[in-house]
Protein backbone atom coordinates (compact mmCIF):
# COMPACT_ATOMS: atom_id res chain seq x y z
CA UNK A 1 0.00 0.00 0.00
CA UNK A 2 1.56 3.62 -1.00
CA UNK A 3 0.88 5.66 1.24
CA UNK A 4 1.62 9.43 2.16
CA UNK A 5 1.46 10.54 5.59
CA UNK A 6 1.22 13.83 7.22
CA UNK A 7 0.48 15.39 10.55
CA UNK A 8 -2.59 16.60 10.04
CA UNK A 9 -2.14 19.55 12.73
CA UNK A 10 -3.25 22.54 13.82
CA UNK A 11 0.19 23.57 13.12
CA UNK A 12 0.17 27.64 15.48
CA UNK A 13 2.96 29.64 14.35
CA UNK A 14 3.44 33.36 15.11
CA UNK A 15 3.16 35.88 12.27
CA UNK A 16 6.94 36.72 10.99
CA UNK A 17 7.94 33.04 11.59
CA UNK A 18 9.02 29.76 9.74
CA UNK A 19 6.53 27.16 9.24
CA UNK A 20 7.61 24.06 8.64
CA UNK A 21 4.98 21.24 7.29
CA UNK A 22 6.85 17.95 6.37
CA UNK A 23 5.52 15.25 4.64
CA UNK A 24 6.91 11.08 4.57
CA UNK A 25 5.82 8.96 1.57
CA UNK A 26 6.61 5.27 1.61
CA UNK A 27 7.15 3.87 -2.17
CA UNK A 28 11.24 4.44 -2.95
CA UNK A 29 10.20 4.83 -6.63
CA UNK A 30 8.47 8.03 -6.05
CA UNK A 31 9.82 10.74 -8.56
CA UNK A 32 7.66 14.09 -8.64
CA UNK A 33 6.08 15.52 -5.51
CA UNK A 34 3.63 18.64 -4.98
CA UNK A 35 2.74 20.49 -2.49
CA UNK A 36 -0.90 22.04 -2.36
CA UNK A 37 -2.79 24.78 -0.45
CA UNK A 38 -6.07 24.43 0.10
CA UNK A 39 -8.19 27.25 1.76
CA UNK A 40 -11.52 26.17 3.99
CA UNK A 41 -14.56 25.93 1.34
CA UNK A 42 -12.18 26.20 -1.76
CA UNK A 43 -10.39 23.71 -3.56
CA UNK A 44 -6.77 22.91 -3.75
CA UNK A 45 -3.99 25.43 -5.06
CA UNK A 46 -0.74 24.10 -6.40
CA UNK A 47 1.70 26.16 -4.88
CA UNK A 48 4.96 24.01 -5.33
CA UNK A 49 6.47 20.84 -7.30
CA UNK A 50 9.96 19.58 -6.96
CA UNK A 51 11.80 16.57 -9.02
CA UNK A 52 14.93 16.16 -7.50
CA UNK A 53 16.82 15.81 -4.03
CA UNK A 54 17.95 19.63 -2.42
CA UNK A 55 16.05 22.21 -2.27
CA UNK A 56 13.92 24.48 -4.49
CA UNK A 57 12.90 28.02 -3.93
CA UNK A 58 9.95 30.28 -4.69
CA UNK A 59 9.16 33.21 -2.90
CA UNK A 60 8.59 32.41 0.53
CA UNK A 61 8.11 29.50 -0.36
CA UNK A 62 11.00 26.66 -0.27
CA UNK A 63 10.22 22.81 -0.92
CA UNK A 64 12.68 20.73 0.86
CA UNK A 65 13.71 16.55 -1.02
CA UNK A 66 15.29 14.06 0.70
CA UNK A 67 15.02 10.74 -1.37
CA UNK A 68 17.24 8.59 0.68
CA UNK A 69 14.86 9.34 3.73
CA UNK A 70 11.46 9.77 1.84
CA UNK A 71 10.28 12.78 2.97
CA UNK A 72 10.10 16.33 1.73
CA UNK A 73 8.94 19.70 3.22
CA UNK A 74 7.53 23.41 2.64
CA UNK A 75 9.09 26.25 4.66
CA UNK A 76 7.30 29.13 4.75
CA UNK A 77 8.89 32.22 5.33
CA UNK A 78 7.73 35.47 7.35
CA UNK A 79 4.32 33.77 7.57
CA UNK A 80 1.43 35.71 6.90
CA UNK A 81 -1.91 35.30 8.43
CA UNK A 82 -3.20 34.58 4.88
CA UNK A 83 -0.88 31.65 4.84
CA UNK A 84 -3.32 29.86 7.22
CA UNK A 85 -4.96 27.03 5.07
CA UNK A 86 -4.46 23.56 4.78
CA UNK A 87 -1.43 21.93 2.84
CA UNK A 88 -2.22 18.53 0.89
CA UNK A 89 1.34 16.21 -0.11
CA UNK A 90 0.85 15.12 -3.19
CA UNK A 91 3.57 12.41 -4.63
CA UNK A 92 4.10 10.62 -8.16
CA UNK A 93 5.37 7.29 -8.31
CA UNK A 94 6.88 5.47 -11.36
CA UNK A 95 5.38 6.56 -14.38
CA UNK A 96 1.85 6.43 -13.39
CA UNK A 97 -0.26 9.42 -13.28
CA UNK A 98 -2.24 8.95 -10.66
CA UNK A 99 -1.11 11.16 -7.47
CA UNK A 100 -1.29 10.03 -4.01
CA UNK A 101 -2.09 12.16 -1.54
CA UNK A 102 -1.58 12.85 2.21
CA UNK A 103 -4.52 14.07 4.48
CA UNK A 104 -3.29 17.41 4.76
CA UNK A 105 -1.59 19.51 7.97
CA UNK A 106 -3.93 22.51 8.92
CA UNK A 107 -1.40 25.46 9.15
CA UNK A 108 -2.81 28.80 11.97
CA UNK A 109 -0.86 31.88 11.42
CA UNK A 110 -1.43 33.99 14.65
CA UNK A 111 -1.21 37.71 14.21
CA UNK B 1 -5.19 31.00 -20.07
CA UNK B 2 -8.94 29.83 -18.38
CA UNK B 3 -8.64 27.69 -15.70
CA UNK B 4 -10.26 24.70 -15.03
CA UNK B 5 -14.23 25.15 -15.07
CA UNK B 6 -17.11 22.69 -13.43
CA UNK B 7 -20.35 22.79 -13.41
CA UNK B 8 -22.93 23.10 -11.82
CA UNK B 9 -21.35 24.72 -8.47
CA UNK B 10 -23.78 23.47 -6.13
CA UNK B 11 -25.96 20.79 -6.59
CA UNK B 12 -29.10 18.98 -4.00
CA UNK B 13 -30.50 15.78 -5.21
CA UNK B 14 -32.69 13.08 -3.24
CA UNK B 15 -31.37 9.77 -2.35
CA UNK B 16 -31.92 7.27 -5.26
CA UNK B 17 -31.08 9.92 -7.65
CA UNK B 18 -28.45 10.26 -10.43
CA UNK B 19 -26.34 13.47 -10.96
CA UNK B 20 -24.34 14.04 -13.65
CA UNK B 21 -21.11 16.37 -13.32
CA UNK B 22 -18.79 18.22 -15.97
CA UNK B 23 -15.59 19.61 -16.47
CA UNK B 24 -13.88 21.19 -18.70
CA UNK B 25 -9.77 21.22 -18.18
CA UNK B 26 -7.45 23.71 -19.21
CA UNK B 27 -7.10 24.34 -23.08
CA UNK B 28 -4.48 21.88 -24.48
CA UNK B 29 -4.88 19.24 -21.38
CA UNK B 30 -6.02 16.05 -21.85
CA UNK B 31 -6.59 14.24 -18.93
CA UNK B 32 -8.88 15.34 -16.22
CA UNK B 33 -8.82 13.21 -12.76
CA UNK B 34 -12.32 13.18 -10.33
CA UNK B 35 -11.77 13.44 -6.42
CA UNK B 36 -14.39 13.24 -3.87
CA UNK B 37 -13.92 15.33 -0.26
CA UNK B 38 -15.45 14.94 2.58
CA UNK B 39 -15.54 16.90 5.17
CA UNK B 40 -12.06 15.64 7.87
CA UNK B 41 -11.27 13.05 4.69
CA UNK B 42 -8.27 13.46 2.12
CA UNK B 43 -8.96 13.73 -1.23
CA UNK B 44 -10.48 10.03 -1.93
CA UNK B 45 -9.34 9.26 -6.22
CA UNK B 46 -11.95 8.45 -8.25
CA UNK B 47 -10.75 8.20 -11.39
CA UNK B 48 -8.40 10.05 -14.74
CA UNK B 49 -9.67 9.89 -18.05
CA UNK B 50 -6.52 10.40 -20.79
CA UNK B 51 -7.29 10.89 -24.59
CA UNK B 52 -11.14 9.39 -24.28
CA UNK B 53 -9.93 6.29 -22.08
CA UNK B 54 -9.54 5.56 -18.36
CA UNK B 55 -5.85 5.04 -17.20
CA UNK B 56 -6.73 4.71 -13.82
CA UNK B 57 -9.16 4.37 -11.47
CA UNK B 58 -9.51 4.48 -7.69
CA UNK B 59 -11.81 2.21 -4.92
CA UNK B 60 -15.05 3.85 -5.41
CA UNK B 61 -18.51 1.20 -6.63
CA UNK B 62 -19.58 0.98 -9.87
CA UNK B 63 -22.77 3.80 -9.06
CA UNK B 64 -19.23 6.02 -10.08
CA UNK B 65 -19.01 6.44 -13.38
CA UNK B 66 -17.14 8.71 -15.50
CA UNK B 67 -16.51 9.50 -19.57
CA UNK B 68 -14.47 11.98 -21.39
CA UNK B 69 -14.88 13.67 -25.14
CA UNK B 70 -12.57 13.94 -27.98
CA UNK B 71 -12.22 17.80 -26.98
CA UNK B 72 -11.18 16.15 -23.18
CA UNK B 73 -13.85 17.42 -21.35
CA UNK B 74 -15.70 15.34 -19.06
CA UNK B 75 -18.44 13.93 -16.92
CA UNK B 76 -18.70 12.02 -13.49
CA UNK B 77 -22.03 9.95 -12.98
CA UNK B 78 -23.42 9.13 -9.71
CA UNK B 79 -26.44 6.76 -9.32
CA UNK B 80 -28.36 5.81 -7.21
CA UNK B 81 -27.53 8.65 -4.94
CA UNK B 82 -26.52 7.73 -0.74
CA UNK B 83 -26.61 9.91 1.87
CA UNK B 84 -22.65 9.43 1.67
CA UNK B 85 -22.18 10.71 -1.10
CA UNK B 86 -22.32 14.38 -0.31
CA UNK B 87 -19.17 15.93 -0.52
CA UNK B 88 -17.47 18.49 -2.90
CA UNK B 89 -16.33 17.08 -6.21
CA UNK B 90 -13.61 18.17 -7.76
CA UNK B 91 -11.75 17.83 -11.28
CA UNK B 92 -8.17 18.19 -11.73
CA UNK B 93 -6.32 18.63 -15.35
CA UNK B 94 -3.32 18.23 -16.37
CA UNK B 95 -1.17 17.71 -19.96
CA UNK B 96 -1.21 14.26 -18.91
CA UNK B 97 2.47 13.64 -20.54
CA UNK B 98 5.99 14.12 -18.90
CA UNK B 99 4.72 15.60 -16.10
CA UNK B 100 2.68 15.18 -13.50
CA UNK B 101 1.20 18.55 -12.41
CA UNK B 102 -2.46 18.72 -11.87
CA UNK B 103 -4.75 21.70 -11.53
CA UNK B 104 -7.79 21.59 -9.90
CA UNK B 105 -11.29 23.60 -10.57
CA UNK B 106 -13.32 25.18 -8.16
CA UNK B 107 -15.65 21.89 -7.12
CA UNK B 108 -19.38 21.01 -7.15
CA UNK B 109 -20.95 20.81 -3.81
CA UNK B 110 -23.20 18.20 -3.76
CA UNK B 111 -25.68 17.40 -1.11
CA UNK B 112 -28.00 14.45 -0.75
CA UNK B 113 -30.62 14.72 0.78
Known amino acids: QKEVEQNSGPLSVPEGAIASLNCTYSDRGSQSFFWYRQYSGKSPELIMFIYSNGDKEDGRFTAQLNKASQYVSLLIRDSQPSDSATYLC???????????WGAGTKLIIKP | KAGVTQTPRYLIKTRGQQVTLSCSPISGHRSVSWYQQTPGQGLQFLFE???????NKGNFPGRFSGRQFSNSRSEMNVSTLELGDSALYLC????????????FGPGTRLTVT
Open chain 2, 49 to 55: YFSETQR
Open chain 2, 92 to 103: ASSVGTRNYEQY
Open chain 1, 90 to 100: AVNIGSNYQLI
